[in-house]
Nanobody, 123 residues
Framework: QVQLVESGGGSVQAGGSLRLSCVGS????????MGWFRQAPGKEREGVAG????????YYADSVKGRFTISQDNAKHTLYLQMNSLKPEDTGMYYCAAGDGGKWYALTTYNYWGQGTQVTVSS
């Protein structure tokens, strides 16, 4: 059974940085697409960044371009999200997800989800 476990969240001031990690286990094959999503209170879950085929292609939401970097260590089955220049609007629960294919920003692309890690950015 595939499990995804996120870590690295916390509370930071605006302008600070955090690095999220997502460790996967139970894979019988490497996921074709992995993504990071976030959900703020009262809002829908939204795609933040996606990565295909072990790192050959990466994509970002416009709101995080130039500040966030998604990467993957296939040997460690670990997905990362480096978040710099954090803003209060980046606050939310961050989830990683793994899927077999499809648009990185679509919830329906993903078969597996982690439980989330909270990121809080204060002004």
């Amino acid at each position: 059974q595939v499990q995804l476990v996120e870590s690295g969240g916390g509370s930071v001031q605006a302008g600070g940085s955090l690095r999220l990690s997502c460790v996967g286990s139970g894979y019988t094959y490497s996921p074709y697409v992995m993504g990071w999503f976030r959900q703020a209170p009262g809002k829908e879950r939204e795609g933040v960044a996606g990565i295909y085929n072990g790192g050959t292609s990466t994509y970002y939401a416009d709101s995080v371009k130039g500040r966030f970097t998604i990467s993957q260590d296939n040997a460690k089955h670990t997905l990362y999200l480096q978040m710099n220049s954090l803003k209060p609007e980046d606050t939310g629960m961050y989830y990683c997800a793994a899927g077999d294919g499809g648009k990185w920003y679509a919830l329906t692309t993903y078969n597996y989800w982690g439980q989330g890690t909270q990121v809080t950015v204060s002004s």
